[in-house]
DNA sequence: TAGGCCATCTGGTCCT
DNA sequence: AGGACCAGATGGCCTA
């Protein structure tokens, strides 16, 4: 808000040079103040779209989260997690497509005998023998507190695998 | 208390 | 000119 003051109106002498400088440095002051305010304004406006934006984005993420598996089901991934984690989650399920294109019709030596890789067992080596240069499945790569365990890693694709495959999925699978 | 995560502010740059 | 996008800075909150 420009400070205006009270006395901006005054007439005495109007054509004294002292007084046409100091009318001249109080309209320059006022423009100045103005100029802060229309500044300040813009600032505001820009400041309340980049907090929008920001929201929109979190809401994005916040989406992709509800369709991303997390053991336990209340586990709130973080930001870069979740990124990170819908990576490897899209590989590991076109990685699980391949694979099932392989294996449709089932072969008869698979069904009866050697069993799909499960969760808890070589899913983990299912995954880094499908592809050398593939990524984890783990949302991070962070210590022991982050909520994405080797548990996690595994699960979906190992389950997803069970259910092209013709076999039961394990309760609890993430896939619809 | 240090470190991680997050929201917000801010100034710069690019685009329409 | 104004809006969108981006990256850096800052401060608050939480946890090990």
């Not at 819908?86 to 005998?113: D, H, K, M, V």
Request: charged letters at 25%; a positive charge; glycine letters at 8%.
């Amino acid at each position: 808000m420009p400070a205006e003051g009270p006395g901006s109106g005054e007439g005495a002498e109007p054509g004294a040079p002292r007084e046409r400088r100091r009318r001249r440095g109080r309209a320059r002051a006022r423009t100045e103040a103005l100029l802060h305010t229309l500044k300040r304004s813009r600032r505001v406006k820009a400041n309340d779209r980049e907090r929008n934006r920001m929201h929109h984005l979190n809401a994005a993420l916040d989406e992709l989260r509800s369709v991303l598996p997390t053991f336990p089901d209340d586990t709130k991934l973080t930001k870069i997690e979740t990124l990170r984690f819908a990576y490897n989650y899209i590989w590991a399920l076109s990685e699980t497509l391949r694979l099932a294109e392989q294996c449709l019709p089932p072969p008869p030596a698979f069904r009866g005998s050697a069993a799909p890789p499960s969760p808890g067992s070589d899913a983990g080596s299912w995954l880094s023998s499908a592809s050398p240069s593939a990524p984890s499945l783990c949302a991070s790569t962070s210590g022991p507190s982050s909520p994405a365990t080797s548990e996690d890693c595994a699960y979906a694709p190992a389950d997803s695998l069970r259910g092209f495959c013709g076999l039961p999925a394990a309760p609890g699978a993430p896939l619809r």
